[in-house]
């Protein structure tokens, strides 16, 4: 199975977190929106100052692990943003 690859980046501290695998961009948008929703966590602590990029796919029958340049899925100020406008 082709996993997707995806990381967290902070805008404030200037670094990617450490990646992590889904089946689907939309399970890790999902996981995303519940950390910026969670005022318990570092993210959503401050949602507004990450970003969810998509980083590589990971090919769990070969192994074979491939990197991509980075494109955003969903940042944390979209998430607040739509927030606020459904209240």
């Known amino acids: 199975m082709i996993?997707?690859?995806v990381a967290v980046f902070d805008t404030?501290?200037?670094y990617?977190?450490?990646p992590f695998?889904?089946?689907s961009?939309?399970?890790a948008e999902r996981s995303f929106v519940d950390a910026c929703s969670d005022q318990r966590s570092a993210i959503g602590a401050h949602p507004e100052d990450y970003k969810?990029?998509?980083v590589g796919e990971f090919d769990d029958v070969s192994g074979v692990l491939t990197s991509k340049v980075p494109v955003l899925i969903r940042s944390g100020?979209?998430?607040v943003s739509t927030d606020v406008q459904q209240v």
Request: charged content about 15%.
């Open 16 to 18: 990617f977190s450490q």
């Open 25 to 27: 961009l939309g399970e």
């Open 12 to 14: 404030v501290a200037q």
């Open 3 to 5: 996993l997707q690859a």
């Open 52 to 54: 969810l990029m998509h």
């Open 21 to 23: 695998f889904v089946k």
């Open 77 to 79: 100020f979209k998430v």
